[in-house]
């Protein structure tokens, strides 16, 4: 009998495991792990796993167990169809036992805060839109919220390191992963392993601005929200060079199942994007905080400014993703 080894947390019929209950199920009843709910990568007996969204990051395919025989079966998590309030409440609750909330003040982190009640951390630049909101945030729900003001000298030092951990090196997904880097090192200098974070609701409820002028809002969205395996990569690799590991209770199988019973029409409606997180929102925050409109992470936090600084200041003016490249060649040879 191989060791068990586990990275995440595991959940069956919405009931948290321990490592001694993994094992007996390992062991005696192995089939039942395609039931396993919550954010894991498994392996031990010769067989590995990974949960439904694929979440955490491991060596066999998402949502998949496999054993030397190959592929065995698909997870699909036995969890209870809810309400969309409750399903967001169970989802942060299983979560909640650990860790600290990655918070930039918008409704999605902002909910999941209030929720959890554990420590937040916000990071940006010095007067950084994201820094200010979250105070904001924090304050009126008497939050404990960390303010991490980042530096530009500190960015240019983090930036070849998040280039050469991340699959797709562009601006947009630089920007993202800089500001990540921020968030789990911080988590990982203050003991903390698991980054609870507000990821994930823009592609199910329809946060993004684009969203205002599509005439194909539905299948929009299910484009956005098969590109979350690859957001999530990205993400995880960041939080993987800190020891963490980011928690997106937003993907958790009975919230996304409450999303898709809502039409995409009722989730963008005139200017109003995520309507139905900001209603649920609106009865544990505040009308304020659940209908405050803020800017994507690299935007608010000040990195994708710092980023358009740095390669202006090294000679390229028109162009942020040629320095990227360039420090790929130098740093990484590629």
Not at 112 to 125: D, T
Request: some cysteine; hydrophobic content about 40%; proline content about 4%.
């Amino acid at each position: 009998m191989t060791e068990l080894k586990l990275a995440g947390w595991i959940e069956l019929n919405g009931v948290r495991l321990t490592l001694p209950d993994i094992q007996t199920i390992l062991n005696e009843r192995p089939k039942d792990i395609l039931w396993f709910g919550g954010e894991f990568f498994l392996s031990g007996n010769g067989c590995r796993a990974r949960d439904h969204f694929g979440v955490m990051q491991g060596n066999c395919m998402k949502g998949t167990l496999t054993c030397e025989s190959g592929i065995t079966g698909d997870i699909m998590p036995t969890v209870t169809d809810l309400p969309l309030e409750e399903a967001i409440i169970t989802a942060v609750r299983l979560r909640s036992d650990e860790g600290v909330i990655a918070l930039s003040g918008g409704v999605d982190s902002t909910l999941v805060a209030h929720l959890a009640g554990r420590e937040c951390v916000a990071v940006g630049l010095a007067g950084s839109h994201d820094l200010r909101q979250a105070k904001h945030a924090a304050d009126m729900l008497s939050l404990s919220c960390t303010c991490v003001e980042i530096t530009p000298p500190e960015i240019a030092d983090a930036l070849p390191i998040v280039i050469g951990a991340i699959q797709k090196k562009d601006p947009v997904n630089t920007g993202i992963a800089l500001t990540q880097y921020f968030i789990t090192r911080w988590a990982d200098e203050h003991g903390y392993h698991r980054i609870i974070t507000g990821q994930a609701a823009d592609e199910i409820f329809g946060g993004y601005s684009r969203y205002l002028e599509t005439k194909t809002l539905e299948e929009d969205l299910a484009r956005d929200f098969a590109g979350l395996e690859q957001q999530a990569e990205r993400d995880q690799s960041i939080a993987a060079l800190h020891g963490t590991y980011l928690s997106m209770p937003y993907l958790d199988l009975r919230v996304v199942r409450a999303a898709r019973k809502i039409p995409a029409a009722e989730k963008v409606l005139g200017q109003l994007r995520k309507v139905p997180l900001r209603k649920v929102a609106e009865r544990h925050i505040g009308p304020e905080l659940a209908w405050y409109e803020k800017k994507a992470m690299q935007y608010g936090s000040g990195v994708a400014k710092e980023l358009s600084r740095l390669a202006r200041k090294n000679g390229y003016k028109t162009s942020v993703q040629d320095y990227i490249d360039q420090i790929n060649r130098v740093e990484h040879g590629h």
